[in-house]
Structures are given as structure tokens and as C-alpha cells.
């Protein structure tokens, strides 16, 4: 069993950056496809990026597409989310997850062992 816990969010200023972890434990997540969700309240929680472990393919949704990076740390067992030109409308709970299937469309019911989320609030 995969548990997943997330750190790095916090409060920055429209154009800053945050580097988000998602740490995994209790197995590899080299099986597994890895994605990036985030919730902001009164909306539905929404797909932002994943990662594919077994071809390495990458997916970002059109909202984040040039700003945010995903990537993994194999020896880490850890996956990051590096945001870049962080907007407000970015402000939301970030949460990862896994799923041993196609990732993309990312469908959050697909994905498992959800981590318990981190605040990324973006404000002047």
C-alpha cells in the first residue's frame, strides 16, 4: 500500500514560484502513473499534471501548460510539481495521487491513495 504525503505549498505573489513534493512510502512508485489535482473551494477537484513511471510521458492540462513542471526522483521515491508564473487563479489544495492505469484523461476516480493535500494560495 503506497501512502503519499504532499509538502511545499504556502503564499506567494502573482509571478512567484513554489516546488511542490509528493514523498511516497510503503512501495515503489515505478509501477504506477503519478498526478498532480488541486481543489478550490465551491469547485470541483480538477487534473493539473502527471507522469507516467513505465514510458516517462508527461501531461499538463491547457491552464498550466509552459508554467508548471512535473518530474520524479526515482532514487527519492518522490515526485515534483515545479510552479513557475503563479497566478491566483492557481490558488487551490494541491493533492497527488496514483493509478496503475492510462493517466490521461485524468480522471480522478481512476486515481488511489490520495495524500492529504497542501495550500498553494497565490495573492498579492
Known amino acids: 500500500q503506497v501512502q503519499l504525503v504532499e509538502s511545499g505549498g504556502g503564499l506567494v505573489q502573482p509571478g512567484g514560484s513554489l516546488r511542490l513534493s509528493c514523498a511516497a512510502s510503503?512501495?515503489?512508485?515505478?509501477?504506477?502513473?503519478i498526478g498532480w489535482f488541486r481543489q478550490a473551494p465551491g469547485k470541483e477537484r480538477e487534473g493539473v499534471s502527471c507522469i507516467n513511471s513505465i514510458d516517462g510521458s508527461t501531461y499538463y492540462a491547457d491552464s498550466v501548460k509552459g508554467r508548471f513542471t512535473i518530474s520524479k526522483d526515482n532514487a527519492k521515491n518522490t515526485v515534483y510539481l515545479e510552479m513557475n508564473s503563479l497566478k491566483p487563479e492557481d490558488t487551490a489544495v494541491y493533492y497527488c495521487?496514483?493509478?496503475?492505469?492510462?493517466?490521461?484523461?485524468?480522471?480522478?476516480?481512476?486515481?488511489?491513495?490520495w495524500g492529504q493535500g497542501t495550500q498553494v494560495t497565490v495573492s498579492s
Open positions: 495521487a496514483i493509478t496503475p492505469f492510462n493517466p490521461v484523461p485524468m480522471v480522478a476516480t481512476l486515481f488511489g491513495s
Open positions: 510503503g512501495s515503489t512508485l515505478d509501477n504506477y502513473a
